[in-house]
């Protein structure tokens, strides 16, 4: 069995990612005799969404993980929906409002087990909650590319999740004004990884369940 775990290099203001990291030391491993196959995704509008295409279609994954980060968010955010939109204004003040592909559906539902994933995180006190929306970023342009693929590969466990700053990626943050930084909201990498190791487990354990 093989799970894809795909995460984002570095964006905007941020020089590191947490997904990136994750993604770079879960690559490889085995989780429940399923082999973890973990590659990094460069923010791009587009080219993400190619490259999400690629890799399913190149290693054939049993269930797709794919993460990225929520900076202002405090805990585990696990996505339900993927929208057909992306909607962003970059630094010059260039806005991008198009579909994200005009011969697919208004939307797609993760078919991670969310709700045993949130309880379980929840067990072991990491703080997790259900969202609606990842954005119209390039996160849902992944996440939806991802279903889409997903859904015509046969692939029945895939979805997206959102991780929030690393204490120390604030601790970095030392040009963002005081007030603004004091309200960043972070959460510790050991309980993140550990957030990453439930979900991966969770994921697979669906995946077996379907197969039985």
Do not use: C, W
């Not at 879960?26 to 973890?36: G, L, S, Y």
């Not at 990094?40 to 054939?60: M, T």
């Not at 990225?68 to 929208?83: C, D, Q, V």
């Amino acid at each position: 069995m093989k799970v894809l775990f795909t995460g984002f290099g570095p964006f905007l203001n941020y020089k590191t990612n947490p997904t990136e990291i994750l993604v770079k030391e879960f690559d490889k491993v085995t989780i429940n005799r399923a082999k973890i196959i973990g590659s990094v995704i460069q923010v791009k509008h587009k080219d993400s969404g190619r490259k999400i295409v690629s890799l399913i279609k190149r290693h054939k994954p049993d269930a797709i993980v794919g993460t990225g980060l929520y900076a202002t968010k405090s805990m585990i955010m696990l996505e339900r929906i993927a929208l057909n939109r992306f909607y962003f204004r970059d630094k010059e003040g260039k806005e991008y409002d198009e579909p994200i592909t005009s011969d697919g559906p208004l939307a797609y539902s993760s078919t991670l087990p969310l709700t045993s994933i949130k309880k379980r995180l929840e067990r072991n006190g990491i703080p997790a909650e259900f969202s609606f929306s990842a954005d119209t970023y390039v996160s849902n342009e992944v996440f939806y590319n991802l279903m889409k693929t997903a859904n015509k590969s046969g692939i029945r466990i895939a979805g997206f999740i959102h991780l929030p700053l690393t204490h120390r990626m604030v601790t970095q943050m030392q040009s963002v004004h005081p007030i603004t930084r004091s309200n960043l909201p972070s959460m510790d990498y050991r309980t993140i990884e550990k957030a990453i190791e439930i979900v991966l487990a969770e994921t697979i354990k669906a995946v077996k369940m379907r197969k039985s």
